[in-house]
């Protein structure tokens, strides 16, 4: 079998490498380790070692499901500006995007499991022997869009670097209807889930029609600032060729995504101050508190500050295309959305609850050793798999390696 | 590959993984009777026969946790019933009867507590504002003063939310008008905690407990039967006193009559009564959830 070859090649390429490397996946297994055993005691418990109750009763492991649902579609939506522009390594651009996205979905599918009650009865949901409401429920649709989304990146990634592994010429016809196929896809996991939260009427946070389109928006932040640093570390470290031009384009590009959050932002604040109905509640809740509640208030400015700093940063063309700056505004933009979305996007759509009573939410340790787990589970996956594709793609990394002696029978034509 | 000589081969590999893995899951489930809970369909799928054996499984199951006979009905919806419920707003005054009789009544885990009944106390000033209401009110006496007093349960909507975004359809609405929940295959995503706007859903955010001297045996699949950790549950209207003709336990344990509740299909029943001679309104009007559940005015 070719295909066992392949998997037995990139098992090769995780299991040798330099000191540092070892070090940080030793690091990352003793993370998930210390998130695997507060995890434990929600297995035994229940979820009533979260700090979540009937009032508030989504909250962390949903905020981190939907940042990371965003990561997923802006890293494949990247390709779209390789494209236009005609970036020369826009099949790395894709591969490493698209790497970036399975590794975010597995994370997303993980947060969905460690969150739902009865993570066993997950088959229920299955086509033939589950009762999946489709297409009733938009749960039942994100979690087919995010299913078809994992699949066609596997899909992609895996033919591709199968194709460079035995050095043969990929099928252009087979791979380019999928890579468009995968954008709007992005784009459909994005909106999907803002609409999941959005076809609630029970929630005026979040019954607004610019969710969506803040989401997006959002997504095109966070998503391209992991790769930009990615990018800048390939480069250095392999053959990866990316122009100053094409990284501060995709600055650029951010700075564009910004605005446009920025501008629906204030636009929702405008409508609801202005117009100061009762559900104007939810928002004084994120940013001011209300009487003695001001648990979460501190999150948001933390978020807008960054936000606004991170903008500010990739706007001005001396700090956008200074290295040092702009990966500070990366990193900025990429924690600003994060607590965006983590806490500021679902605990204040329950504050308060649908009777009016405020619980004050905030995340418990076990919610947070939890999300350790997933997040360093999902790097651990990330690390992984750029080292293979890092090998296969820019070290040559083949099938000569794994077997030189043999050479000859098992190239396949 | 020439493996069949070796002992660890791939094949034997995998057989062993195959028999341990198998072992776990008998172990994990210890009796057949796990598994077979485990693997269960949704009740809507199931047939009368496979219904007869599930409930007479629950029924010694129960009994033998709890020590007294059990009884589980799996009785459906008769024809030409829709059951509607009025609130008199004037009379109430909010001393929390219904709450504990609901809570004895329908098995609800005392600890942690689950209460499908939410008192709010309100601001005589403000009208029914919930935003300024209050559920953990705790003076000496009720009424009191300047407040009036606002009960919340499921209010068993003819345009539910929780039942549309339910994503493996573990609950729905009954041809009588009661909306249900299957505790065996709802998966605890708590989607329907957030699509409701009346705060009716409640989580066993742990394993409910119910000491064995208070667990009321006379239950029903859909309704009080005892339920697991993980899962939703809500107000089913006594489902299994109100199928048997009984009122709710609410409207018989109100010590001051506010609680109304009867057959809105039959033109005699108490509940039409009120419809046609009191002038009625329905909590959050719109958010077209067209509730069965009415709030009048009676003095």
Not at chain 1, 100 to 116: E, G, K, P, R, S
């Amino acid at each position: 079998m070719n295909f066992i070859r392949f998997v037995i090649g990139s098992f090769k390429i995780i299991t040798t490498g330099r000191r540092s490397y070892f070090a940080w996946v030793i690091f990352l297994i003793i993370l998930i380790t210390w998130g695997a055993f507060g995890y434990a005691k929600q297995l035994t418990d229940g979820l009533i070692v979260t700090h979540m109750r009937d009032s508030v009763s989504w909250a962390f492991h949903i905020g981190n499901f939907t940042f990371l649902v965003g990561v997923a579609a802006a890293s494949v939506m990247l390709v779209i500006p390789a494209y236009v522009y005609h970036w020369k390594p826009i099949k790395e651009i894709t591969i490493f995007g698209e790497l970036l996205a399975i590794c975010a979905v597995v994370m997303c599918i993980c947060f969905i499991i460690v969150d739902i009650g009865n993570p066993l009865r997950f088959w229920h949901m299955l086509p033939l022997v589950g009762t999946l409401n489709f297409p009733s429920s938009l749960l039942a649709w994100d979690f087919f869009v995010l299913i078809s989304y994992f699949l066609l990146n596997l899909i992609i990634v895996v033919y591709l670097l199968y194709c460079h592994f035995y050095k043969r010429e990929y099928k252009m016809s087979f791979v380019m209807p999928l890579v468009l196929l995968s954008i709007p896809l992005a784009i459909g996991i994005h909106t999907t889930t803002a609409f999941l939260f959005n076809a609630l009427p029970a929630r005026p946070f979040w019954n607004s029609a610019l969710l969506a389109p803040r989401f997006l928006a959002s997504a095109f932040c966070s998503g391209p600032a992991i790769l930009l640093i990615l990018f800048q570390i390939l480069r250095k470290i392999t053959k990866f060729e990316i122009k100053d031009e094409a990284i501060w384009r995709i600055a650029e590009l951010m700075v564009y995504a910004m605005f446009i959050y920025l501008f629906f932002t204030v636009a929702e604040l405008f409508k609801e101050f202005y117009s100061g109905t009762e559900h104007i509640i939810y928002w004084k809740y994120l940013l001011f508190g209300i009487g003695k509640n001001h648990e979460i208030v501190a999150y948001s400015w933390s978020s807008i500050i960054m936000g606004c700093i991170a903008f500010v940063l990739f706007l001005i063309p001396a700090t956008r295309k200074n290295y040092i700056t702009l990966n500070i505004g990366a990193v900025l933009i990429y924690g600003s959305v994060y607590i965006e979305k983590g806490i500021a996007l679902i605990v204040p759509g329950f504050t308060p609850d649908t009777l009016g009573q405020i619980y004050v939410y905030t995340p418990s340790m076990v919610e947070i050793r939890t999300a350790v787990m997933i997040f360093s589970a999902g790097f651990l996956l990330f690390t992984f798999l750029t080292k293979i594709a890092i090998a296969i793609v820019f070290e040559d990394y083949s099938i000569k390696d794994l077997n030189p002696k043999k050479l000859k029978i098992q190239m396949p034509d | 590959m020439n493996n069949q000589d070796k002992p660890n081969s791939r094949r034997n590999f995998l057989k062993n993984v195959a028999i341990v893995a198998g072992g776990s899951i008998a172990l994990s489930s210890c009796r057949s009777q796990a598994m077979k809970e485990f693997l269960q369909k949704n009740f809507r799928t199931l047939t009368k026969k496979e219904k007869n054996e599930i409930v007479k499984n629950l029924e010694l199951k129960y009994s033998a946790k709890y020590g007294k006979e059990f009884h589980v009905s799996d009785e459906t919806a008769a024809d030409g019933i829709e059951f509607g419920y009025a609130l008199d707003l004037s009379r109430c005054i909010g001393c929390r009867r219904c709450v504990y009789a609901c809570v004895e009544e329908n098995n609800q885990s005392r600890d942690p507590q689950i209460h499908w009944i939410q008192v709010l106390q309100m601001e005589k000033d403000k009208g029914i504002d919930f935003a300024h209401s209050d559920v953990h009110y705790n003076p000496e006496l009720v009424p009191e003063e300047g407040h009036f007093y606002l009960p919340v349960q499921c209010q068993q909507c003819r345009n539910p939310q929780c039942t549309t975004v339910c994503p493996v359809k573990a609950t729905w609405q009954e041809p009588d008008g009661i909306v249900v929940v299957d505790y065996n295959w709802c998966i605890g995503c708590r989607y329907c905690m957030a699509a409701c706007p009346y705060g009716a859903r409640h989580f066993n955010w742990a394993e409910p407990n119910v000491p064995a001297e208070e667990i009321n045996p006379e239950t029903h699949y859909l309704g009080n039967r005892p339920r697991i950790k993980g899962v939703v549950e809500k107000c089913t209207f006594c489902i299994q006193r109100v199928r048997k003709g009984k009122y709710p336990s609410c409207v018989e344990v109100c010590p001051v009559g506010a609680r109304k509740f009867g057959n809105l299909l039959d033109p005699n029943s108490e509940i039409r009564y009120i419809l046609e001679n009191k002038r009625v309104l329905v909590l959050k009007q719109e958010l077209n959830t067209q509730p069965r559940f009415y709030y009048f005015f009676g003095v």
